[in-house]
């Protein structure tokens, strides 16, 4: 059964940083495209950023030049650095491993205070 469990989120000040991280406990993760969504309080998961099995990199506008995801194949691992984090950043960030269906993990808290 595949396990994705995040971690490295948490209360930080408005220019502060994090460093996310999702291990996934599955075979072929270096088969799988990567993402990592966030959900605000009482709005929609939107999708942030995204590394595919490519090594092709995606982000939302509202990251770009802030955040960099990236991910190490041999510990099937997927990461998010968070910097200059601003109060609209705060949610629960969510990694999501796709191919042909999708996983999700439970997902971990950033609260960013202005």
């Known amino acids: 059964q595949v396990q994705l469990v995040e971690s490295g989120g948490g209360l930080v000040p408005a220019g502060g940083s994090l460093r996310l991280s999702c291990v996934a406990s599955?075979?072929?993760?270096?088969?799988?495209?990567t993402r990592w969504y966030r959900q605000a309080p009482g709005k929609q998961r939107v999708l942030v950023a995204s590394?595919?099995?490519?090594?092709?990199?995606a982000y939302a506008d509202s990251v770009k030049g802030r955040f960099v995801i990236s991910r190490d194949n041999a510990k099937n691992s997927l990461y998010l650095q968070m910097n200059s984090l601003k109060p609209e950043d705060t949610g629960v960030y969510y990694c999501n491993v796709y191919r042909a269906i999708e996983f999700w993990g439970q997902g971990t808290q950033v609260t960013v205070s202005s």
């Open positions: 590394i595919d099995r490519n090594d092709t990199v």
């Open positions: 599955m075979f072929n993760f270096d088969l799988y495209g």
